[in-house]
């Protein structure tokens, strides 16, 4: 077993080869990662590169039924974008890919919820 303990943070030249190669495969969410990230998004043609390694993990999320899948992916598919799309991947990285899966969350619970109401019930609920 490592004497490394498991919550130490990444050293900087593995937040840049995380950002760099790995992508979104990497659980890493350094600030240095996801500036490396958006760095390398920038170049061109290695940025496309990048843009398909982080899309093929996207959808293996949504395959895979990960929370928040969908929203990434929405977000991967944006990264496509040039420099704009590369300006969002921190995005996936930040609070606001939190919230996206608080949304997919709470989507799932209306749906859940319609589901248990007679088709009068959700027609009057849709319509509020």
Do not use: C, H
Not at 53 to 72: F, I, L, S
């Amino acid at each position: 077993m490592s004497d490394k303990v498991q919550n130490e943070p990444p050293s900087f030249f593995k937040s840049i080869y995380d950002g760099a190669v790995e992508g979104d495969f990497s659980d890493n969410d350094s600030p240095v990662k996801v500036a490396t990230q958006v760095g390398v998004g920038l170049i061109p043609v290695v940025g496309q590169i990048a843009d398909a390694r982080d899309t093929v993990k996207a959808v293996r999320d949504v395959q895979d039924k990960r929370d928040g899948a969908w929203a990434n992916l929405g977000l991967a598919l944006i990264g496509w974008l040039p420099i704009v799309g590369d300006l969002f991947k921190p995005i996936r990285r930040s609070g606001v890919s939190d919230a996206l899966k608080g949304a997919d969350y709470a989507a799932g619970a209306v749906k859940i919820g319609l589901r248990e109401l007679d088709p009068d019930q959700q027609a009057e609920a849709v319509t509020r």
